[in-house]
């Protein structure tokens, strides 16, 4: 990756010259884009305009408002709204190792623009409701559900007059719920976690005033992406604002004895 980066340094101070200052180079974290400005450095021989760089995370945060609330004002946020809709909720000190568990699985579904949040989250109590909800997942995917639900129900210590079970099935239920009234909270005062951040500018994306953008991006390094960073490159791509050098090397990219090719 360095070397890599090292090559595109030295074509961009080349090619563009004090035309630099233009880019906005964007790394899927601090570390490379650390490195790179080293880099750039090392071939500029003249005065000129350093470019921007930033994390993909950056790239989203100054597309919005919203500011990432701290993980200790989500949790506190998280368990108050679970009070509101569990009665007999428990400790918060009890809470804490699921609530950080709940709000990793909100960021990625957010992340990841899942568009039926709810259905995701629906109550699945036996296998006929794996397969008329779940249909469009695969037969692998279907029959790893199906084990999973036919062990638990079928397990004596889960077994359905049990505690765990019920409270595992009572939980579920929650969940939907949870994420819906922790979004509602967190816009109310300009707050979000980091998926909810992303899905929201993408979600606002017609009413984000023109001079937030800049003026060229160029996304470097970047192997797998999330389908909200996918929809943001395509965005600013359709722009004509993005420029693209992708981690891969092309012989393994096309050796059809590698699995990982495809």
């Known amino acids: 990756m360095r070397s890599k980066l090292h090559a595109i340094a030295k074509v961009f101070v080349n090619e563009v010259g004090k035309e630099i200052g233009r880019y906005t180079f964007v790394f899927p974290n601090h570390r490379a884009g650390l490195f790179f400005r080293k880099y750039l450095s090392q071939y500029v021989t003249k005065p000129m305009f350093a470019p921007r760089v930033m994390s993909i995370n950056e790239c989203f945060h100054e597309l919005t408002d919203l500011q990432v609330a701290d993980s200790l004002t989500l949790i506190l946020r ?50 006929h409701t794996i397969e008329e909800r779940f249909n469009y997942l695969t037969d692998n995917q279907r029959k790893a559900l199906s084990h999973f639900w036919k062990e638990f129900q079928d397990s004596d210590t889960h077994h359905s007059t049990g505690e765990l079970h019920t409270r595992f099935l009572k939980t579920w239920d929650l969940l939907y719920p949870l994420y819906s009234a922790l979004r509602k909270n967190l816009l109310q005062d300009g707050l979000a976690y980091e998926g909810m951040l992303h899905r929201e500018v993408l979600t606002k994306w017609d009413k984000i005033p023109i001079e937030r953008f800049q003026e060229q991006y160029v996304f470097l390094g970047f192997n797998a992406l999330t389908a909200s960073e996918r929809e943001l490159m395509l965005r600013l791509q359709n722009m004509g604002r993005a420029d693209f050098y992708f981690d891969y090397d092309s012989p393994y990219l096309h050796d059809p004895q590698n699995k990982a090719s495809l």
Do not use: T
Not at 81 to 109: H, T, V
């Open 78 to 127: 998280l368990y108050n709204e679970y009070q509101n809709i569990c009665p007999d909720a428990e400790s918060l000190d009890r809470f804490i190792y699921w609530g950080k568990m709940m709000l990793a699985d909100f960021s990625d579904i957010d992340k990841h623009l899942v568009e039926h949040v709810e259905a995701l989250f629906a109550s699945v109590r036996d296998i």
